[in-house]
């Protein structure tokens, strides 16, 4: 799944974000960065053994990824949204090589990263990088701002403390922080500068792509404005290539070329947030957009009528067969039983796993 270059469908303000937060322009690729595939996923999967429930029985396991496979192209945005628990944090720790899959690949520039010597991942690393959900809890309370933005060039390898130190200083400034804060300590800042720390560590090793877990959800919603705008900021300075994963629909249209969503591990609509805001052909999908607030209801009837209808089936639900989505949906027939739905093309950069959605519904 190449990150395509669409304009986003949907304003940031009315898909809940803070009204001072622009969307709908396109984002230009930076120059060089065009048509080079900088991370390719193919079919992974990644199962979790769980406790056994009994003494001699076999030990459950738990799939958190199921299947995915995607493309990121260099200068791009691509988001992965859903709710809690469909794997979006897995498949991030997946990308970053911070858990081995336990099937599929993960290549970075051509590079598969699970096959290459420790040595080798940790000097690769340098090359991407990761910004963590809560700016409370990533930085560590005891190091100063300086030690805390270093750490990634200190991991890496042997680097002249000086040197360091201008690059810590040049990342901060990057982020709209002084050189002077160098030498304070986490509890000295607020959420949003904490989470511009954060981003300015990520930045220090000057990254082809930084995974960003849920980077705002953490902030308010000005602050989160203010961290978005960055984002994009620093991408147009530096080229850097964005895996964004968000439960926050207006997040990724603010920031993404291309979205996913992604559900039981698996992905099950993609496209433009264009396309997928305007258009969107899985019922999972519009159930995410309905969910959305609204700041201002005309009615608590039109409130309510914009809630998910419960499903309404009488056939038994195996989620080990079919489509994942089957027990939820109210549009669910037999065959969204019997048979998984494929991701397939719907239109020229728009896919979808639904069978409904190709009018196969008998």
């Known amino acids: 799944m190449s990150a395509a270059g669409a ?27 065009a048509g080079e595939r900088l991370v390719v996923v193919d079919d992974v999967v990644q199962r979790y053994r769980l406790p056994r429930e009994r003494l001699f029985g076999p030990a459950p396991e738990l799939t958190a990824v199921d299947g995915v496979s995607l493309q990121v192209m260099a200068g791009r945005s691509l988001g992965v ?49 990761m910004v963590f959900q809560d700016p409370y809890g990533s930085l560590d309370p005891r190091q100063t701002v300086a030690r805390i933005v ?15 130190r201008e690059r810590a200083a040049h990342a901060l400034a990057s982020v709209g922080l002084r050189a002077a804060d160098l030498d304070k300590y986490p509890h000295e800042f607020s959420g949003g500068q904490r989470q511009r720390i954060a981003i300015a560590r990520a930045l220090v090793t000057r990254p082809k792509l930084i995974v960003a877990d849920e980077p705002v959800s953490a902030l308010d919603v000005s602050v989160q404005a203010q961290v978005l705008n960055l984002l994009q900021d620093l991408q147009d300075e530096f080229g850097v290539t964005y895996l964004l994963i968000s439960h926050d629909l207006a997040v990724v249209d603010h920031v993404c070329d291309e979205v996913a969503v992604m559900y039981r591990g698996k992905f099950v609509e993609q496209g433009t947030p264009q396309t997928l805001f305007r258009a969107a052909a899985h019922p999972y999908t519009r159930a995410l957009l309905d969910a959305v607030p609204r700041a201002r209801p005309q009615t608590r009837a039109g409130a309510r009528r914009r809630s998910a209808p419960a499903p309404r089936h009488d056939f038994a639900v195996d989620p080990s067969r079919g489509c994942a989505f089957a027990a939820r949906c109210p549009h669910a027939v037999a065959r969204c039983v019997d048979q998984a739905p494929e991701l397939r093309a719907i239109a020229p950069g728009h896919e979808v796993s639904c069978h409904l959605a190709f009018g196969g519904g008998a």
């Open 7 to 33: 304009a986003p469908g949907v304003s940031a303000s009315a898909a809940g974000a803070a009204p001072d937060v622009p969307a709908g322009a396109a984002r230009a690729v930076p120059a060089g960065a």
């Open 81 to 129: 949204v859903g709710e809690s628990g469909s794997g979006k944090s897995t498949l991030a720790r997946l990308v970053m090589a911070l858990e081995r899959p336990t099937r599929g690949s993960v290549r970075f520039l051509g590079r598969d990263l699970n096959a290459l010597p420790a040595e080798e991942l940790r000097r690769a690393r340098r090359d991407f990088q």
């Open 150 to 164: 270093v750490e990634p060039l200190t991991a890496i390898g042997r680097v002249d403390a000086g040197d360091a």
